[in-house]
């Protein structure tokens, strides 16, 4: 992203005067999202965007962990640090072992009311998106949710916060003036994970707040993994093939399949197919679904109305195969081929295949490695 993006907006804008007691309010925070101490790299994409926001305001980075394990916990809040973190937040509580609204609000609230941070920024993740309406609740302040977009206006010292709104065709910037902290969830895949530097230096704040077991309604009798959503990649794919009701069919969904398995790749689809039950929910792309950012996306059979164009737009290259070569997707794609998708796709397997299987044999006669394997 180059520097002039970077920038805050210069848009005109009245002046605001904040109540005295909103002035105290000072940094951004990230709530880093785990689950297993396996954290969502949504929190290290926050980190390394509110860095960025930042150094506008001129104050510090606060990272927020919640857990059960402190040794977790710890390594969890060193990685903070190496992504961005100034500060890190840490409470440590029995009741945090799993996620749960009512602790994590109790607790998250808590540490707002007494550190003030101006900024918090959660994930759009199905557990933060919870967490963050029911923080945004009890300290009564605005919730700008699934942002695709964060900058600074300087002028009233407030967070700009945008989003798609009426259905995907508008993009709506949104301010939290007179209320504090400003909150907003981001989509995950919107904004680059930083490089880590395990030099940083950070301060680690360890909270000994009380919690009432008691107090709390739900129980976490056990944990039954996914095993659909354990392999679900499709946001950190490298390449992605997409599929539109341009396939006219759900079998034809085999074709890309394949592709996405030889290219290590993943399968995905806009929301009429989903709709049509041809994909799984999980694996929509687009204003209602999901943000990619592979470093290649292969478009086939999908108009590229804005609602898609929304999920994709960050891709490194995006490829478009479609019939109608007034498709809008050709607009905005880095390649464009025009043809039926029955013909040009089972071609380009050949072609990967043939490629695997050339490799394979000069590993097999120079006798790198274990050619067997590949």
């Known amino acids: 992203m180059s ?73 969890i809040s060193k990685d903070a640090v190496a992504y961005g973190a100034d500060i890190v937040y840490q409470v440590v509580d029995p009741s945090l072992a799993d996620y749960r609204s009512d602790p994590f609000t109790e607790c998250l609230v808590q540490l707002v009311k007494k550190y003030k941070p101006e900024i918090l920024l959660l994930g759009a993740t199905s557990l933060s998106r919870d967490l963050a309406s029911s923080v945004a609740t009890f300290l009564e302040t605005g919730l700008t949710a699934d942002c695709t977009e964060l900058t600074i206006d300087l002028e009233n010292r407030s967070l700009e916060a945008t989003r798609p709104t009426f259905g995907g065709s508008l993009l709506c910037t949104i301010l939290t003036l007179n209320y504090r902290p400003q909150m907003a969830t981001v989509r995950p895949g919107v904004f680059p994970i930083p490089l880590p530097n395990t030099d940083r230096k950070g301060t680690i704040i360890r909270e000994q707040l009380q919690l009432n077991e008691a107090n709390f309604i739900t129980k976490v009798l056990g944990f039954i993994p996914d095993p659909y959503k354990a392999s679900e990649k499709l946001s950190r794919a490298d390449v992605v093939i997409g599929g539109g009701r341009g396939l006219k069919q759900a079998s034809h969904f085999s074709l890309l399949r394949e592709l996405a398995m030889l290219l290590g790749g993943e399968v995905g689809g806009t929301r009429p197919v989903v709709q049509a039950g041809w994909l799984e929910a999980e694996r929509q792309i687009g204003q209602t679904g999901k943000t990619i950012r592979p470093k290649v996306y292969i478009a086939v059979g999908i108009s590229g109305a804005v609602q898609h164009r929304v999920g994709i737009e960050k891709a490194g290259m995006i490829v478009a195969i479609n019939n109608d070569p007034n498709a809008p997707i050709f607009d905005y794609a880095d390649i464009g081929i025009v043809g039926d998708f029955l013909e040009i796709i089972p071609a380009m397997i050949r072609v990967v295949k043939n490629k695997i299987s050339s490799t394979y044999d000069c590993l097999k006669k120079q006798g790198v490695g274990k050619a067997e394997e590949l």
């Not at 109540?19 to 101490?37: N, T």
């Not at 930042?54 to 402190?70: C, I, P, R, T």
Request: proline share 4%; charged share 35%.
């Open 3 to 75: 520097e002039m993006e970077e920038k805050p907006k210069n848009q005109k804008r009245k002046k605001l005067s904040l109540d005295p007691r909103l002035s105290e309010y000072r940094g951004i925070w990230v709530f880093i999202e785990q689950e297993e101490a396996k954290v969502h790299p949504v929190g290290w994409e926050l980190l390394g965007k509110a860095r960025i926001l930042a150094k506008f305001l001129e104050v510090d980075v606060g990272a927020v962990v919640f857990g059960g394990n402190q040794a977790v916990v710890d390594t």
